[in-house]
């Protein structure tokens, strides 16, 4: 294999830890599959993972690679591989241990990848795996969300929440949803009705929903409000896994805290979706490998302009 590059970091903590360096990728094992990486997408989740949040997980070995969702075409197969072959235009994720999307190759489990709709770019596909799953489990494998119910979607512009909206709408739910103020008409764009900004006054929506979900972002939804907006019987789902939801959620109630699996019938189930056109999530920003690292920093600083992934490709 030519000289391939990745992102990645020789110890935990911020921005400038991140290098663009060469690697030698393994050859796939049992149930893996070498993928050339047409694009990348970037989550707030990679952020904190290459901070050390998550280390009890990822523990202390490095170098450790970057990114988690992809797009591309299957190189290699490992034994057991039995749904995708060489050639086949993929999307999908890795797990958190793993990582190592912004790369020219990536090496990830099969169970993790499926094949790409044919009319999906690889930058729209590769938007879609953790913000999808994360939603399509939210809202029904934790809210067990059926045709005809009322939602409401905490943060729903967000890469969660505008997936749960236009999941939510496909599963013929109506959806109502919290935003910025100046992006009311956005919101009004998707089909959710109404549209209120976080300082909302809970009293107003009282009893109106089936299914609360905060889909994190900046503003996280208290638990009183949620209670104060459920219908009787309804349900509340955080995508926010800190230690008081998790506890929250082994408690009795309608409290839920989902954390993402990697299950193959779900991200099958989002590239569908995506394939018919019924999900698609915005694209802010590409660039190349390359010249990714200044705008990762800038957008981990909060100083990119527009709402929408950030995409990494090659070059």
Known sequence: MTTVKRIQYHQYGGPEVMRLEEFEPAPPGAGEVLVRVRAAAVNPMDF????????HVTG???PRAMGYDFAGVVEAVGDRVTRLRVGDEVLGGTSIKSAGAFADVIVAQEKGIVTKPANLSFEDAAALPTVGITALQALVAKGKLRPGQ?????SCLGGVGRSAVQIALAHQATVAGSCRDTARSEAYDLGIEPVVDFSFDAASL???FDL?????GPHSLPVKTARTMLRPGGRIVSVLPTPANLVRSALPGPYQAVIARPV???LEEVARAAGRGTLRLPVARVVPLSQAIPA???????RAA???????TPG
């Open 206 to 208: 009282a009893g109106r």
């Open 150 to 154: 009322a939602v409401f979607v905490h």
């Open 306 to 312: 527009k709402r929408g992934k950030l995409i990494i």
């Open 264 to 266: 193959t019938e779900d």
């Open 212 to 216: 609360v979900l905060d889909a994190g």
């Open 48 to 55: 904190g993972i290459r901070a050390g949040r998550m280390k």
């Open 296 to 302: 990762l920093t800038e957008l981990e600083q909060g």
């Open 60 to 62: 202390r070995r490095f």
